[in-house]
Nanobody, 121 residues
Framework: HVQLVESGGGLVQPGGSSRLSCAAS????????MYWYRQTPGNERELVATITNGDNTDYADSMKGRFTISRDNAKNTVYLQMNSLKPEDTAVYYC???????????????WGQGTQVTVSS
């Protein structure tokens, strides 16, 4: 059984910062890429940022220069540091990880439960 648990988020003022965390636990053999997505009501989930197991990162254009994705492999945790937040960043943020469980050879995408980030004064 593998589980991703997110923390962080909440209410943030415009121009403020917030840091999200997502910890993977369970019978994890290895983790490949890790991701952050976000979703607003009535819209599809959109990719925010990606980090590979070699620490290569990629961002959606609207997040470049404001968001930073990082990971701690010893803790099986991925982070999203969000700066200069705007009201349009308000969304439910989800983490995802490509995980191979112990004694298996296939990679499976696991999702966190989502955490709300609201940017408002």
């Amino acid at each position: 059984h593998v589980q991703l648990v997110e923390s962080g988020g909440g209410l943030v003022q415009p121009g403020g910062s917030s840091r999200l965390s997502c910890a993977a636990s369970g019978r994890i053999g290895s983790i490949n890429a890790m991701y952050w997505y976000r979703q607003t009501p009535g819209n599809e989930r959109e990719l925010v940022a990606t980090i590979t197991n070699g620490d290569n990162t990629d961002y959606a254009d609207s997040m470049k220069g404001r968001f930073t994705i990082s990971r701690d492999n010893a803790k099986n945790t991925v982070y999203l540091q969000m700066n200069s937040l705007k009201p349009e960043d308000t969304a439910v943020y989800y983490c995802k990880a490509d995980i191979r469980r112990y004694f298996t050879t296939n990679w499976v995408a696991y999702w966190g439960q989502g955490t709300q980030v609201t940017v408002s004064s």
